[in-house]
């Protein structure tokens, strides 16, 4: 799980919570299937409403300006962000994404989720999301304009709402690097690389250490 601060502009973030008062929200209901009608509960803008589409173009560009992301991800395909909102009462239960997404003519596979907190942590009570990981449950609020970026092969959900609104852009990637661990170890050895650059970027053991994550990236790819 990585966490991306300050992912959105102080200038963007305004924009977009601006527009998404005034914008016309659906029952999210609608982008779920089977037995996952039954835990969601939320509100979305509609897929075909063009408002998300040009919000969405925001927090796309937003996401790979970010050089943490494109090292985290190695993003082959963005998914259309979704704007969802949390009103007292509202949650999803615990569930897993869809493997693979459809959109229009392209399916997407859905290896990477990824969170934009909109509003800020102290405007609302509860909206945690909550992730199962190997060592325990995380429970993530962040502050508006940042973002968390985890495998969308975990379980995860959003607890209950109390009081305010919760507002946050999702959106799924599918990567270059089709397994979490494989991204997590090319993600841990592109920061060593980058901290020893800084002290001495011409130093050849580090430039053969480059050669060797580019082939280990390719590998992986493959």
Known sequence: MLSLRSLLSRDDLTLINARLDAAAWVDGRETAFG???????????????PLAAELGGRVRTALL??????AAAFPEHIAPVRFAAYQPGMTYGWHAD?????????????DVACTVFLSAPESYQGGELAVRTPLGELRVKMPAGDAVVYPATTMHRVEPVTSGTRRVAITWIQS????AEHRELLFDMRQAIARLRERDPENEDLIRLNVVYQNFARLLSG
């Open 176 to 179: 270059l690097i089709t397994t």
């Open 98 to 110: 869809l493997a693979h997404m459809r959109y229009g003519e392209q399916v997407l596979r859905s």
């Open 35 to 49: 037995a996952t009608r039954k835990i969601k509960r939320n509100l979305q803008l509609a897929a075909g409403d």
């Open 65 to 70: 300006e970010s050089e943490q992301f494109r």
